[in-house]
């Protein structure tokens, strides 16, 4: 469902810019046309959306307290994620995100970045947490700011704090029931 609704976003964001881009001047069959398949494309985000917001609300209702996460953010985690139980502890889930430290380098030089492998989707919804808070939360910008002068990169400690945060509320609302599969 999620991606799905990555897909549509997409062609109507495609649409609207052809119809954009079309000479004010034209005012045909063309620019009817585009702008009825932009009113479809627009009504089926909307119908994906509710049908989400209900997923959610029924599977994982926590995923909507933590900040950055809406409904179309928890969906894909959601779809991503499926059954959370198959992770073994919060790290195993960092790595999957493509958020848990690794060490790098050559010789005597060694430091620790973020492992760039892993579900890019979750990575995906990690970015725009962390983009989110940063912007609206002092809490996290002192976290980041404390992490940054021990020595890590910004995106590497936030990203895997918001990982384990994650994991931490995903299994929270597990409660026995299993989470849908990925999509």
């Given at each position: 469902m999620s991606r799905t609704r990555d897909k549509l976003a997409k062609q109507r964001k495609a649409n609207q810019m052809m119809l954009d881009a079309l000479p004010e001047v034209t005012t045909g069959a063309l620019s009817t046309a585009l702008q009825a398949v932009l009113t479809s494309l627009e009504a089926a985000l909307k119908e994906l959306?509710?049908?989400?917001?209900?997923?959610?609300?029924?599977?994982?209702?926590?995923?909507?307290?933590?900040?950055?996460?809406?409904?179309?953010?928890?969906?894909?985690?959601?779809?991503?994620?499926?059954?959370?139980?198959?992770?073994?502890?919060?790290?195993?889930?960092?790595?999957?995100?493509?958020?848990?430290?690794?060490?790098?380098?050559?010789g005597k030089n060694t430091r620790w970045c973020v492992n760039v492998?892993?579900?890019?989707?979750?990575?995906?919804?990690?970015?725009?947490?962390?983009?989110?808070?940063?912007?609206?939360?002092?809490r996290t910008k002192a976290f980041v700011a404390k992490k940054e002068q021990e020595g890590n990169t910004k995106r590497a400690a936030l990203k895997t704090y918001l990982a384990r945060e994650l994991f931490r509320t995903l299994q929270a609302s597990h409660g026995g029931g299993h989470l849908p599969a990925p999509s």
């Open positions: 959306e509710h049908a989400m917001a209900t997923l959610v609300a029924e599977v994982a209702p926590a995923l909507l307290t933590l900040r950055g996460i809406g409904v179309v953010l928890a969906g894909t985690v959601l779809a991503e994620v499926g059954d959370i139980e198959r992770f073994e502890n919060a790290h195993h889930f960092a790595s999957y995100c493509g958020a848990a430290p690794v060490e790098r380098g050559s492998s892993g579900n890019r989707q979750l990575n995906r919804v990690l970015h725009l947490m962390a983009l989110t808070r940063l912007r609206c939360e002092q």
